[in-house]
């Protein structure tokens, strides 16, 4: 690499030889693309590959625009092989040097350093300039008035290249990078709230905890730790401006999340910054200034009402807001969260004008369930990118009147799922029967006829055996809420178990009768033995004693002495 530090030597003796180069900003640009190719549409806007200083970066800056224009990979080894095959891989300074460039990782957005580089692009061109205008005077042949001719000349090609109209063309889309960037694979920050660049409000009465939970979840992005069961990321620069809670309450939330000194990440914190409104173009001003010296990717504002001079009701208070401030936030790709306050009916979300929710990607609502749990809901999308609701647990532990030290923590509800049932089980043919309405008690050749008609594919071995559960289901009660057993006196189909060992005939429902067990009367006693038709309690019988020829039981003494040898109603024909 030392061979291509001196490939654009300057002479230290030339007055011009100090103009600024900025380096290391170039690297953060082509470093900071090839990481994230998603910033490369918004560089080209203000770079061309002539403001890079040293000529291997801008020949490494048209390979990258290659590769992402065709869709390829985005790598050190697939840039190498580009200037390979353009045969400028040597004077890049080779592999080694394209590798050093694609891996250097600067922390920082690669549009903010864009703009440092194209600064220094115009300062050379300047000294450029004043260089030939120089040359021009002190030249043999010079002539009065012709390097006054050079500069009005120079002076109306660069005002034309810098024109208001020309200006305004630059936001114009270049249909090669835009339909060559693959949108549908936004990656969102973590925490999967909002994607990179999005502007999104946090809505919750004064009891929900937004200031608790967006602190948490902020200060895990700016340290690179997960959120919401969502992975780690790499650490996010981003800037929190509060002008709602008080230093004794900011440390110690963060002391009780866990933070703490050397423990904050890449977050700056700007605790009642002294900025004038943003809805003021001032204000817009002071904001994007605090943004760019911490080099910030996102910014959040607590309380977004505690920012403004105009009348919170009036919807033109929040176009001028958007005007000065977000809009300028949303075209340097620099994502942002607001949080404010329900309004009095909490059905209607945030208090004031509905133009509030206008200029935004997402409303979040975030509303305390009791007990710790939060429901964080979205109730407006611009995009529909990510989940939608989130049903939360807030762990935290007192410490007297206080939170103690690294036990709070939101984290995402878990519920026990059912156990999902594999397709062409037993089980799932018993869905798949159930579902054709057949009754409990239906037979394989009712069953098969079934299936085959609806076309549910089934082997006969799972068929009998779908069928025996169904009807072992139907006399276990899961279906029907028959017990496994009965009570006495109750009456009802009983398992087999039941009646183990015994000669009692099981019960069963006819089909006419109602399915609910019910009670029948207890049977009378069994009479003593002799007892029967005919004959009076406490009656004895001998051997003399006549008995029916029908029932074989004893005649009464009216039916004998008549000569008949039946009861009446034995035999009715003899009746007299």
Known sequence: MENVRHMNPRDPADPYASVPQHIDAELDVLGGCVLNPRHIPAVRQILKGSDFDRPAHEMIWDAIGHLSDTGAPLTPNSITLELERRKELTRCGGPSYVTHVCNHV?????????????????????????RRIVQRATSPDAEPGGTVAFMEEYLQRHKARTSTGNHLTSAFLDWGPFFATDFGTVELLPGRLMAPGQQITIVGDGKAGKSLFVQEWLWRMASGLEFLGDRAHAPIPLLYVDAENGHQDIQERFLSYGAGPGRMGLMSYASFPPIRPLDTAGGGTDLLDMVKDCEAQLVCLDTVSRFISGPENDADTWLALYRHTLLPLKRAGIASVRLDHMGKDGERGARGSSAKTQDVDHVWELRAAGGGSL????????????????????????????????????????????????????????????GLGLPNDAGNPMTIKALAGARIPAGKDKIAAAVRERKNRDKSGSRNGFPETFPEGVTGERSPETFKGSQKPQVKHSPETSREPQETPPSPPSPPLGEGKGREPGQEVSADTPLCTICDTPLPGFRADRGYDTHVGCDPTTAA
């Open 106 to 130: 600067g922390g920082g957005d690669p549009v903010y350093f864009a703009e440092k580089v194209r600064a220094a692009a115009a300062l050379r061109e300047e000294a450029d300039l004043g």
């Open 375 to 434: 429901s964080l809901r979205r109730t407006h999308t611009r995009t529909g990118i990510g989940p939608d609701e989130f049903s939360i647990l807030r762990h935290a532990r007192k410490d007297g009147d206080r939170y103690a030290a690294g036990h709070t923590r939101h984290v995402v509800m878990e519920y026990d799922q059912p156990r999902p049932i594999p397709e062409g089980s037993v089980e799932w043919l018993i869905e798949q029967i159930d």
